[in-house]
């Protein structure tokens, strides 16, 4: 398993060209060698490749929303084809589709459109929040996505803070998905001021040996770290989440 940062962490540092160089090559400097792109602002692919080449970054995911995969999906093969990206996952059901009758068509569109990807070479993975653990009678739509569709074509992108935060244990949704989990979302729950709290990797209160191990067991490639909210200077907290993940064990690719 090897160590990236999501840039969706440093979203206010790559909205412009210029930005997302300094951006890339400080990322390189804390000791990351791959990102999964997030919230870029607009750019040409060929250009984006060759500043991630400059600064020495290897692109091992990306997310794309649902609409741009169901109106754009040979533009989108193409880009990730440019970028020489494996892995692509879907960030967020959109909101209309979030309830029960939403969850079945979801998996039934993530299905067709994951196995048009596969012929293509690539991996679509789902990214969970929490509310995909809402429960429709003896299931949560989080089991609906995944009953609902081939394990061989779509994969699972699991979120250990939003798991734990909708009440579930992320330990066993990642056993659960094992052969079906390539890329995964570290992010650490605390508390302050009794309420739920994003932090770094390591700092917070989830059980990591557990997780790592769980992660092992599953066939997880790359371990993708992410912090929606950060406390301080967001590029303290990845450089806080990357020691503390060295200091684990894991290695950086």
């Given amino acids: 398993m090897k160590i990236a940062l999501t840039l969706y962490t440093l979203r206010e540092f ?21 990102v999964q ?20 970054l290897y692109v091992c995911a990306t997310h794309v929303s649902f ?15 440019i970028l020489s990206c494996p892995h692509m ?10 309830n029960e009758e939403g969850y079945h068509r979801f998996a039934l ?34 089991d609906i996505i995944y009953q609902e569709s081939q394990p061989e074509y779509l994969f699972a992108e699991i979120d250990t803070y939003w798991i734990q935060y909708g009440g ?7 056993r659960k998905m094992k052969n079906r989990i390539k890329i995964i979302h570290f992010k650490d729950m605390g508390i302050i001021d009794n309420m739920p709290t994003m932090f770094e990797v390591g700092e917070g209160n989830l059980n990591w040996q557990e997780i790592i191990e769980a992660c092992k067991y599953s066939g997880v490639e790359w371990i993708i770290v992410e912090q ?9 907290s990845v450089e806080i989440s990357f020691k503390n993940l060295r200091a684990m064990g894991l290695q950086a690719y």
């Fill in 168 to 174: 579930g244990d992320p330990t066993w949704w990642i």
């Fill in 109 to 142: 569109e993530c299905n067709r459109i994951s196995r048009d990807l596969r012929a293509e070479g690539l991996k679509l993975s789902y990214h969970n929040h929490a509310f995909e653990l809402a429960r429709f009678g003896e299931r949560t739509g989080l």
């Fill in 67 to 81: 609409q741009t995969l169901t109106d754009e999906l040979r533009k989108t093969v193409e880009e990730h084809h």
């Fill in 37 to 56: 792109l997030s919230a870029l602002g607009p750019i040409d692919k060929k250009e984006l490749k060759r500043m991630l080449d400059d600064a020495g």
């Fill in 14 to 34: 790559v909205q412009k060209p210029q930005d997302m160089a300094k951006t890339f090559k400080k990322v390189k400097e804390i000791g990351y060698n791959a």
């Fill in 89 to 98: 996952a879907i960030a967020s059901i959109p909101v209309e589709m979030r």
């Fill in 228 to 236: 929606d909210i950060c406390k301080r200077d967001p590029f303290v």
